[in-house]
């Protein structure tokens, strides 16, 4: 299909020996190759729209036609030309895929969903067209075909995270909890940092009454991913309640440390020390979340009112 085989020449050797032979197909077609594995869009469509006047039946060159579109995010115009490469060569997986992903992220689905199944058919060990096939019955809501798809892609790509997590994440709204734990556990296993595991097995041993547990899984999800606001909104809550203050204000603090310019992070230390008894402590804090309305999520009006109330009480008190 390819019409060069590619060459280990650089992009200016390429230009030497098309200022040599100007009217080289081979040559002007990889100096389009070349000009796309660069980065050089533009130009490359340029490129390959002179050739593809001179060779319209083409079906690799109106395929990268079509690849520099989707990289623009022009996917109008990705999909005409993805479309005319799989009507050219319909027996070619990487075209049908690529047809089926523009589909997707235009949200047509079952469009997409008829040519991933196309491109499985040509290619039955594509993973990522399982994964997407997953998440497009998802998104249906049929669980029982998108596991079916995310099982598929994991028997291809065990190491596939993204498919590991939203089968657990099948599970876990099932309710099958020890299944997804399974899954969440594996993932962990295989990235050591994907905080989202640890915040889901946080989720399942709260909903359990495991709050101990479930305090250590949302703490390991901040020391991963520190900038995750509600997760510190969460630790709070857990220590309200279980009589874990001083360990949440260390984590709160830390939290603050990373996310400056947070007013949630302000008012749930307050929270802390409301019931710690540190009404100084508190006032600062719902102050300084005031101060940052634009990222607080707590009512600033009942937060002013709180802090009139503590301000009067420190007035009586000197």
Same mark, same amino acid.
């Given at each position: 299909?390819?019409?060069?085989?590619?060459q280990?020449?650089?992009?200016?050797e390429i230009?030497?020996?098309?200022?040599?032979?100007?009217?080289?197909?081979?040559?002007?077609?990889?100096?389009?190759?070349?000009?796309?594995?660069?980065?050089f $869009?533009?130009?490359a469509l340029?490129?390959? @729209?002179? $050739?593809?006047k001179?060779l319209?039946?083409?079906?690799?060159?109106?395929?990268n036609?079509?690849?520099?579109y989707?990289?623009?995010n022009?996917?109008? !115009?990705a999909?005409?030309?993805?479309?005319?490469a799989?009507?050219?060569?319909?027996q070619?997986?990487?075209f049908?895929?690529?047809?089926?992903f523009?589909?997707?992220?235009?949200?047509?689905? !079952?469009?997409a969903?008829?040519?991933?199944k196309?491109?499985?058919?040509?290619?039955?060990?594509?993973?990522s067209a399982?994964?997407?096939?997953?998440?497009?019955?998802?998104k249906?809501?049929e669980p029982? $075909?998108a596991?079916?798809h995310?099982?598929?892609?994991l028997?291809i790509?065990?190491?596939?995270v993204?498919?590991r997590?939203? $089968?657990?994440?099948?599970?876990k709204?099932?309710g099958e909890t020890e @299944?997804a734990? +399974?899954e969440y556990q594996?993932?962990?296993e295989? &990235?050591?940092?994907? &905080?989202? +595991?640890?915040?889901?097995v946080?989720?399942?041993?709260? !909903?359990?009454g495991?709050?101990d547990?479930?305090?250590?899984?949302?703490v390991?999800?901040? =020391?991963i991913n520190?900038?995750?606001?509600?997760v510190?909104k969460?630790?709070?809550?857990i220590?309200?309640?279980?009589?874990k203050?001083p360990e949440?204000i260390d984590?709160?603090?830390?939290?603050?440390?990373?996310?400056p310019?947070?007013?949630d992070?302000h008012y749930?230390i307050?929270k802390i020390?409301?019931?710690?008894?540190? &009404?100084?402590?508190?006032l600062?804090?719902?102050? =300084?979340?005031? !101060?940052k309305k634009?990222?607080?999520?707590?009512?600033?009006?009942v937060i002013s009112?709180?802090?009139?109330k503590l &301000? @009067?009480? @420190?007035?009586?008190?000197?």
């Amino acid at each position: 299909m390819h019409m060069t085989e590619k060459q280990n020449y650089t992009l200016e050797e390429i230009e030497k020996k098309l200022e040599q032979s100007p009217a080289d197909i081979k040559l002007q077609n990889l100096y389009a190759e070349a000009l796309l594995d660069n980065g050089f $869009l533009e130009e490359a469509l340029r490129q390959y @729209k002179s $050739l593809v006047k001179v060779l319209p039946e083409n079906p690799e060159i109106n395929f990268n036609i079509g690849i520099i579109y989707e990289k623009k995010n022009k996917l109008n !115009e990705a999909q005409k030309f993805f479309e005319k490469a799989v009507s050219l060569s319909p027996q070619d997986a990487d075209f049908r895929y690529n047809l089926a992903f523009v589909l997707d992220k235009k949200n047509n689905i !079952e469009p997409a969903i008829k040519e991933y199944k196309k491109t499985i058919e040509l290619n039955p060990m594509d993973s990522s067209a399982h994964f997407n096939l997953g998440c497009l019955y998802t998104k249906k809501e049929e669980p029982g $075909l998108a596991r079916e798809h995310y099982k598929t892609a994991l028997d291809i790509n065990p190491d596939d995270v993204y498919a590991r997590f939203n $089968l657990a994440f099948e599970y876990k709204k099932a309710g099958e909890t020890e @299944k997804a734990m +399974a899954e969440y556990q594996k993932l962990i296993e295989i &990235s050591p940092n994907y &905080s989202w +595991a640890y915040y889901n097995v946080g989720c399942i041993y709260y !909903e359990q009454g495991k709050t101990d547990q479930a305090f250590e899984y949302f703490v390991k999800t901040i =020391k991963i991913n520190p900038k995750d606001i509600e997760v510190y909104k969460i630790i709070t809550n857990i220590a309200l309640k279980h009589k874990k203050l001083p360990e949440a204000i260390d984590y709160l603090e830390t939290g603050l440390f990373e996310n400056p310019d947070s007013g949630d992070i302000h008012y749930y230390i307050s929270k802390i020390f409301e019931r710690m008894g540190e &009404s100084g402590d508190r006032l600062h804090h719902l102050k =300084k979340a005031l !101060e940052k309305k634009d990222s607080l999520s707590a009512n600033a009006a009942v937060i002013s009112s709180e802090i009139k109330k503590l &301000s @009067k009480k @420190k007035d009586r008190a000197k």
